[in-house]
Every structure is written in C-alpha cells, then in structure tokens.
C-alpha cells in the first residue's frame, strides 16, 4: 500500500507509491546527446563572457587570460541585475519593486567534458570555497536578503551549455520554500527547544535506514518524505546556521561527500539529469540557534504534473529506502 509521509521541517505531504517501486534500471531516461561546438565557457573564449569577478588561476596568469581553473562570472542573460535601486512600490493590492539582485556562473573546470563526479578532488574543493567566497562578498551589499546557489545538470535539468557550471541569484527578497524552511524550523525549536534537522540526523544515524554515507562532517542521505526518487541530501553532523562560516576541514568534507554523491547517481542512473540547491541561512534573520543548512540533490527521473501542481503533493515512485540501498552499496573512487 502507497504511504503519505510528511516533511519535519516545512510540513509538506509526499506520496510514496510502494507498490510501483520501481529500480534505476526501470527510468527510461531522455537525454540530449553531448555537442562539441563552441562553448562559450571553454579557455580561449573569455571574450565571450562577462568579465570575472572571482577566480582560481595558475601561477602567474593574470585577470580574465585563459590560465585559469575555476572563474565566476556575472550571467550574460540576468535573472536581476546588481546596478540600480529597489523603488519598492504598490499599484492598488499589487507591490512590486526593480529587479535588484546579482545572478552569477560558477564556471568550474577549464574542461568542457569533466563532470562533477570525475572531476578530481581539488576541483570541487575549489568549487565549494567559490561559492563560500561569493555568498560572504554579496552579504557586504545590505539591499540582499538571501544567496540562492544551485546546479542544474542536463537539459531536462534546465541547463543551457553541458560545460559544467553552476550559479547563484542573490535577492532583495526571502524566498517562499526557504521562508517556509525557517519557519518550520523555528516552530519544532519553540516547541522542543532543539534543532529540528539535529534531531532527524540523530534518529537517521541511529535507524541507518537512509543514510548513504558519512565523514567526519557530514551524513549523505535520502530524505523520509522524497519528493523525487533517489533523492539525496547533505547535511553537516554538527549544528552549523551559515555555510559561508565555516572552517577548511568542513570545506574537504563537504566536497568529499559532494563528489561521491554525485558519482553514485552517476553510476546508479547512467548519468541522469539533476538539479541540487544549497539551502543556507538568510542574512537578514537571526535563526542560528535553529536553523541548519543542507543540500539537496534532485534526479529529475519523473516529470512534475497537474496533480502535483494543483496539490502540491509528490508521487515518489521508489522508496528512499530502497534508493539507499543501491546507493549505499555502490563503490566509487
């Protein structure tokens, strides 16, 4: 019998179709074949892009040469754009204000074929102090409220150019799935005076029913209520509010445990396509005593349709349950 099972934290309902259970090999995956043309993010074609605003460079290279690992650059094509002032304004019951933020690529390998579960480790070591570096400087600007950073892999993903990369949209705005987060968490520590994603690492790590992997800093898992099959998520071990706070052996680990993810899904789903976020802490609200950031990974192994837009419910085909256990037993490099 299918289960409903809700999230902890922002009190959203999932359906686990148990019934269904369907394995990796039972996801007929569309994807779009590899294209070696121009790319605009390939070394040579800097031209091609904004200027950069942050980078890892090879000794003696200089600002926006070709000798360069890793660059962030603003996106040519802006969701918002930094320059300007928000008029915060209404029309009768409608508020509306200038499209005020900073959209951002994180470019992060100088080759256009390597991928984040083959690229070796400083590479999403530098990856993850990128975005470490990004979200620190756009707290400087008191206009934004919140960094947003994601990766969508594949076309069915929304990527645009296969180089990887991935990006961040700061806002003047909280976000509604980030707000509903907070507040989630802010009700179960007013209630129980504990953190609420704390206290479901405990009962995971004592039930082993989901987790996938652990270091030092962090415990991979798939989440109880998974919206989306073979779902994951990347949560600190320790009480830890602002990912842009923490210290170098936070950083390894969490590119450690990132890389393996990610090769796992790699291996288990043929490569599928797939989005993750960094959930982290606003700046503008003081939640450290019970707030805790994550990451999300997201397959996109099954297509959103009207019941879930109209519900807001999920149909999960595979239990997380399941999903853990043939990531779990993959061994990767």
């Not at 904004?50 to 890892?56: G, H, L, R, S």
């Not at 007013?190 to 405990?202: E, S, T």
Request: charged share 25%; net charge neutral.
């Amino acid at each position: 019998m299918s289960e409903l099972r809700k999230d902890p934290l922002c009190e959203r309902w999932v359906i686990i179709s148990t019934e269904r259970g369907r394995r990796p090999t039972d996801f007929k995956i569309e994807k779009a074949e590899r294209k070696r043309g121009f790319c605009p993010f390939d070394p040579g074609n800097e031209n091609y892009v904004p200027p950069e605003i942050y980078a890892v460079r090879k000794v003696g290279s200089v600002p926006n040469d070709s000798n360069w690992e890793l660059r962030v650059v603003p996106n040519k094509f802006p969701a918002l754009r930094i320059e300007g002032g928000l008029d915060k304004r209404g029309i009768g019951m409608y508020d509306m204000m200038n499209g005020i933020g900073a959209h951002e690529v994180i470019i992060e390998t100088p080759n256009h074929d390597e991928m984040t579960g083959n690229m070796p480790f400083y590479r999403v070591r530098n990856i993850v102090t990128a975005y470490k570096e990004r979200i620190a400087d756009l707290h400087k600007d008191k206009r934004m409220k919140y960094v947003l950073v994601f990766k969508n892999f594949g076309v069915l993903a929304g990527a645009s150019l296969e180089h990887s990369h991935s990006q961040l949209i700061s806002l003047p705005i909280l976000p509604k799935r980030v707000s509903e987060n907070i507040k989630g968490a802010e009700m179960y520590y007013d209630y129980r005076g504990r953190c609420a994603i704390c206290d479901m690492l405990q009962q995971e790590l004592y039930s082993q029913e989901r987790i996938v992997e652990e270091n030092d800093s962090f415990v991979s898992l798939c989440p109880f209520a998974s919206r989306f099959p073979f779902e994951m998520q990347i949560i600190p071990r320790g009480h830890q509010t602002h990912y842009e706070q923490q210290n170098e052996k936070t950083y390894n680990d969490f590119a450690s445990i990132l890389k393996s993810a990610i090769k796992k899904l790699a291996k288990a789903l043929d490569n599928p396509p797939y989005n993750f976020v960094l959930q982290n802490a606003p700046f503008t609200k003081k939640c450290d005593d019970y707030y805790h950031w994550f990451l999300e990974i997201m397959p996109r192994l099954t297509r959103i349709a009207g019941f879930e837009w109209g519900s807001g419910f999920y149909i999960n085909p595979t239990p997380p349950e399941e999903a853990t256990k043939f990531l779990k037993n993959l061994t990767v490099d």
